[in-house]
C-alpha cells in the first residue's frame, strides 16, 4: 500500500491543523494504521495507531488529549486532528501502515510514506 501525507504547514502555538493519509495500491481495512513525527535532530516517535476497524486508538503520552486519530476504510484514507498544538509538535508527519500498533510502536512497517511538515510557533 502506497501512503501519501498531507495537510501540513505553520500553525501558531494553540492552534489546529488536520492531517491526512492517502492510501493507494490495496485497502487500508486489515491494517493497523498510525502516525509518526521526526522532530528536526531527534529520531522518529510514534505519535498515534488506530486498529484496522477503528475500534482501538494509541497517543504518545505528549499528544493525549490533544490528537485525535480516524480513519475511513471505505475512503482508504486516516486523519490526524491535532489541537492545541504546541512548538515541540514541530516536525515531519509520516503515515505509517502495520500489521498491529503494536508492530507500529517497533517500527515494523509494512509501508510509511512521504511526510508533511509541520511548524509550530510560539
Known amino acids: 500500500v502506497q501512503l501519501q501525507a498531507f495537510g501540513g504547514g505553520l500553525a501558531q502555538a494553540g492552534g489546529s491543523l488536520a492531517l491526512s493519509c492517502a492510501a493507494s495500491g490495496r485497502s487500508i481495512r486489515n491494517y493497523a494504521m498510525g502516525w509518526l513525527r521526526q522532530a528536526p535532530g531527534k529520531e522518529r516517535e510514534f505519535v498515534s495507531g488506530?486498529?484496522?476497524?477503528?475500534?482501538?486508538?494509541e497517543y504518545t503520552d505528549s499528544v493525549k488529549g490533544r490528537f485525535t486519530i480516524s480513519r475511513d476504510n471505505a475512503m482508504n484514507t486516516v486523519l490526524l486532528q491535532m489541537n492545541s498544538l504546541k512548538p515541540e509538535d514541530t516536525g515531519v508527519y509520516y503515515c505509517?501502515?502495520?500489521?498491529?500498533?503494536?508492530?507500529?510502536?517497533?517500527?515494523?512497517?509494512?509501508?510509511w510514506g512521504q511526510g508533511t511538515l509541520v511548524t509550530v510557533s510560539s
Open positions: 505509517a501502515a502495520a500489521s498491529s500498533i503494536w508492530s507500529m510502536k517497533r517500527s515494523a512497517f509494512h509501508s
Open positions: 488506530i486498529t484496522g476497524n477503528g475500534g482501538s486508538t
